[in-house]
């Protein structure tokens, strides 16, 4: 088994910088059935440039940071109710969607198209956490809806925004992984 190495002090003050971006990125809203915000673009860029480890650690701390009531989340929501309410699997999401991004830049490696394919990846596994979140909530709180309903709410709106926030992510990724990977 081997040991995971010490934070230093580079780290510690990086991923708290890195918290504060992806809440700053989660204010950035356009109110939706699922609200439209960079969290995403926030979330592939911590994981790409702090790497799996460090990455999702500021991705956890963001989450428990809300789920305390401090008011990180889109529209400055906090709380356990901003996790269980419709939109918290998308916000539970983001922790899963930083470990796959992270495990498959770490085994495919930082060239444009594998950071491209894990930040694609880590995207389709923050939609599958966040729609089924979606559809238990609202068929126990609404009523019943379909898959396809749930999908044109929750994912198809998203597709092109998410997609130019991975193209984005991608771009400040590869111009700043040299300085901060110092």
């Excluded at 609200?35 to 428990?64: D, E, H, S």
């Excluded at 305390?68 to 356990?80: A, D, N």
Aim: glycine share 8%; net charge positive.
């Amino acid at each position: 088994m081997t040991k995971s190495k010490p934070f230093q002090t580079k780290d510690l003050v990086l991923m708290g910088a890195f918290v504060a971006v992806i809440t700053i990125c989660s204010w950035i809203s356009v109110p939706l059935t699922i609200p439209f915000t960079l969290q995403t673009f926030a979330v592939f860029t911590t994981v790409a440039l702090l790497g799996t480890r460090n990455g999702t650690l500021c991705v956890c701390t963001y989450v428990l940071l809300g789920a305390l009531g401090i008011p990180v989340f889109s529209k400055f929501q906090g709380g356990l109710g901003a996790l269980l309410g419709p939109t918290g699997g998308y916000i539970m999401g983001f922790i899963f969607s930083a470990l796959v991004t992270g495990y498959l830049i770490d085994k495919l490696g930082r060239s444009k198209k594998a950071l491209f394919f894990a930040m694609f990846m880590g995207l389709i596994v923050c939609y599958a956490f966040g729609t089924a979140w979606f559809v238990l909530v609202y068929t126990k709180t609404t009523e019943a809806i379909s898959i396809t309903t749930a999908l044109s709410w929750c994912v198809i709106p998203y597709i092109v925004p998410d997609l130019a926030k991975i193209t984005a992510a991608l771009m400040l990724v590869k111009r700043m992984y040299p300085h901060i990977s110092n």
